[in-house]
């Protein structure tokens, strides 16, 4: 079955402190894309980062930072000194991508986490 | 490029009425797809498309849902006999797929703003 879990439902942060959201997926196929989107209080999916399955590098961008753990089906993210404009929803999504299950792509997203930035 | 883009952004409709939504996608990408998103979760999959040809179909898209997407280009989402179960954001998005051994490569989805649909 494919699944993304992202248990944290809300959480509050003053400005500057770190933050890490937590995702945790669940998949059948070996070769498979992990995505994170933002979704701000204008509600339009912001895209932020995709990774596939054979690449467990860390990444870093600017204040933001990805850890990939296979051995957990983990893909979490890390907002590095908060500002007020990360207040927002947080999506963590995965899509299959082997030829036997044909799924197209499509993603299967989490929850959301919703983050707010306090000043 | 202007992005993805969805119309009407906002649809108040009574129960039982037929609506009809659009979506112009990103010109150079050959995926397109529908989600639909209720508030506090994350987008649900309904449909996709690669180029004129609808491949997919979630079962949440009951046989009062159809989809087209004439030509490759735009596509349109259409919802027969609404319910009020039918509010919901429905949104777009469009992404370029490519095939490899064993394995399709997926970038990532572009989304548009959205069309709020509300069933009074």
């Not at chain 2, 993805?4 to 009425?17: A, D, E, L, M, Y």
Request: charged fraction near 20%; glycine fraction near 6%.
């Amino acid at each position: 079955a494919q699944k993304v879990t992202q248990a944290q439902t809300e959480i509050s942060v003053v400005e500057k402190e770190d933050v890490t959201l937590d995702c945790v997926y669940e998949t059948r196929d070996t070769t498979y894309y992990l995505f994170w989107y933002k979704q701000p209080p204008s509600g339009e999916l912001v895209f932020l980062i995709r990774r596939n399955s054979f690449d467990e590098q860390n990444e870093i961008s600017g204040r933001y930072s990805w850890n990939f753990q296979k051995s957990t089906s983990s893909f979490n993210f890390t907002i590095t000194a908060s500002q007020v404009v990360d207040s927002a929803v947080y999506f963590c999504a995965l899509s299959e991508a082997s030829l036997l299950y044909n799924q197209g792509g499509k993603l299967i997203f989490g929850q959301g986490t919703e983050l707010s930035v306090k000043p | 490029d202007t992005g993805v883009s969805q119309n009407p952004r906002h649809k108040i409709t009574k129960r039982g009425q037929n609506v009809t939504f659009r979506c112009d996608p990103i010109s150079e990408h050959n995926r397109l797809y529908w989600y639909r998103q209720t508030l506090g979760q994350g987008p649900e999959f309904l449909t996709y498309f690669q180029n004129e040809a609808q491949l997919e179909k979630s079962r949440l898209l009951s046989d009062r849902f159809s989809a087209e997407r004439p030509k490759g280009s735009f596509s349109t989402l259409e919802i027969q006999r609404t319910e009020q179960g039918d509010s919901a954001m429905y949104l777009c998005a469009s992404s370029l797929i490519t095939t490899g051994q064993g394995a399709i490569v997926v970038y990532e989805q572009y989304f548009g703003p959205g069309t709020r649909l509300t069933v009074t």
